[in-house]
């Protein structure tokens, strides 16, 4: 019969290598599976930085309760649902952060909420109304301009005709559009100048 002494020396042992072989393991299937973790807390999670904190959380948490793996499955297995209830934890974290209301009131006093305070990036009214003013004026001074200059800008300035497209329409060369959209950009600009 073996002295109590000597049983439990030789069940530290074991159990030093039997950590020592899971350790070895751990690092060889990590090192092949980790790309498939991480797909799979993205999967759950949806953002490519809460993934990340995922695998990591559960790859740490893994490596310190490595003595737990009973090795009744893989070890890929028990580290992929490790990642999974992580992802689900990382999930129910954001979902217990508070939402806020862009209509909700912020301030009793003052009376005003979220919304109000955000910046409209749509143009102001009076801008729109300058915007507008500008292209009648340059409607009236492309009708002021040639016959020629007028088919050649409208086609190639206006409705977005390329050169080829404009000599072919017009029956010139390309070198010709291009100079006669020149002469046409530099008289509106004339024009333009003087409002």
């Not at 001074?141 to 040639?146: H, K, P, T």
């Amino acid at each position: 019969m073996q002295e109590p002494q000597t049983y439990i020396g030789e069940a530290q042992t074991a159990a030093v290598q039997i950590c020592r072989q899971s350790s070895g393991e751990f690092e060889d299937v990590v090192s092949q599976c980790l790309p498939s973790l991480y797909r799979r807390a993205y999967r759950y999670v949806g953002d490519p930085h809460d993934a990340e904190d995922a695998v990591q959380d559960a790859l740490l948490s893994a490596y310190k309760h490595l003595d737990q793996f009973k090795g009744t499955a893989t070890m890929a297995t028990w580290l992929i649902s490790i990642v999974t209830n992580s992802a689900l934890s990382q999930l129910r974290r954001r979902q217990r952060k508070p939402q806020v209301s862009l209509d909700e009131r912020l301030d009793e006093e003052q009376n005003y909420c979220l919304s109000d305070r955000l910046a409209d990036a749509s143009p102001s009214p009076e801008t729109e109304c300058m915007w507008s003013e500008l292209h009648e004026h340059f409607l009236e001074f492309v009708a002021e301009l040639s016959p020629t200059l007028r088919a050649t800008i409208q086609l190639r300035g206006l409705e977005g005709m390329t050169t080829s497209e404009v000599a072919t329409i017009l029956g010139v060369s390309q070198g010709t559009v291009k100079a006669n959209v020149s002469r046409a950009r530099t008289k509106l600009k004339q024009l333009m100048r003087e409002i």
